[in-house]
């Protein structure tokens, strides 16, 4: 009868030997542990990691163990799936052996086949935004392509334009046009601004402006009869023959 427990405890002490610097225990009952692995460094100085947490199970190695990534650093969600997958795959191929270290070494030649691959994306990323920026540039370059519709539909829109252009020219023309013939009652009745220029000419001189009296100063000595009929004030300083 196979003694599980035994077989556990003998691999947990040649797998703390072989990874002491990346392994943990976790919990005895169930045993729990993790392991870290990290890839080569690649020719870009690129790293994958992944830290793999494996439980035994009751009758381990007859079963494969419980395992999951318990954390992971320069890998995208496509390379943890792979290894959860490769994983299992080794599991099944080595039912009734232990099987931790086989499992850690797998993962470790697929970490380095993802950092080579990384190269690769780089690669096809760069490619990839090269293309887009020739597309970006061709289409700024070339701009839209001419055909009998887009034209038509461009000539009605700068006809309509144009039309109104002129007709806001013509209206400006006319309008400077009527001022210049505008008599003085027009400008009066078209200006507004006109009624109030006398008096705010008078208020802006505070409502006083100087009357040269020696204009008038000898208009009482004049004898002036308005009841004669032969009275012309318009006609006062002619001389009459």
Do not use: C
Not at 57 to 67: A, F, Q, S, T
Not at 151 to 171: G, I, N, S
């Amino acid at each position: 009868m196979t003694d599980y427990a035994e077989e556990q405890r003998n691999e947990l002490e040649a797998i703390e030997s072989i990874y002491e610097d990346s392994f943990t225990v976790l919990t005895e009952d169930p045993t729990s542990f993790t392991i870290t692995v990290a890839s080569d460094v690649g020719e870009q100085g690129e790293i994958a990691e992944a830290t793999l947490k494996f439980t035994y199970v009751e009758k381990y190695p007859d079963e494969p163990p419980l395992w999951e990534i318990y954390a992971q650093d320069n890998l995208e969600d496509v390379d943890a799936s792979s290894l959860l997958t490769l994983l299992q795959q080794q599991a099944e191929e080595n039912l009734g052996m232990v099987m931790i270290f086989t499992l850690v070494n797998a993962v470790q030649e697929k970490l380095n086949e993802i950092v080579d691959l990384m190269k690769d994306r780089q690669e096809e990323e760069k490619q990839r935004k090269e293309r887009e920026a020739e597309e970006a540039e061709k289409v700024t370059f070339q701009g839209t392509v001419v055909n009998i519709e887009n034209f038509l539909l461009w000539k009605a829109t700068f006809e309509v334009e144009v039309a109104e252009m002129r007709h806001k020219k013509q209206q400006k023309e006319e309008e400077q046009a009527l001022k210049t013939k505008l008599t003085g009652k027009q400008l009066f009745e078209t200006d507004h601004n006109l009624d109030t220029s006398d008096i705010q000419f008078l208020e802006e001189a505070g409502n006083s402006v100087e009357v040269d009296e020696s204009l008038f100063q000898d208009i009482e000595d004049l004898d002036l009869d308005e009841d004669d009929p032969d009275f012309d004030p318009l006609g006062m300083g002619s001389d009459e023959d």
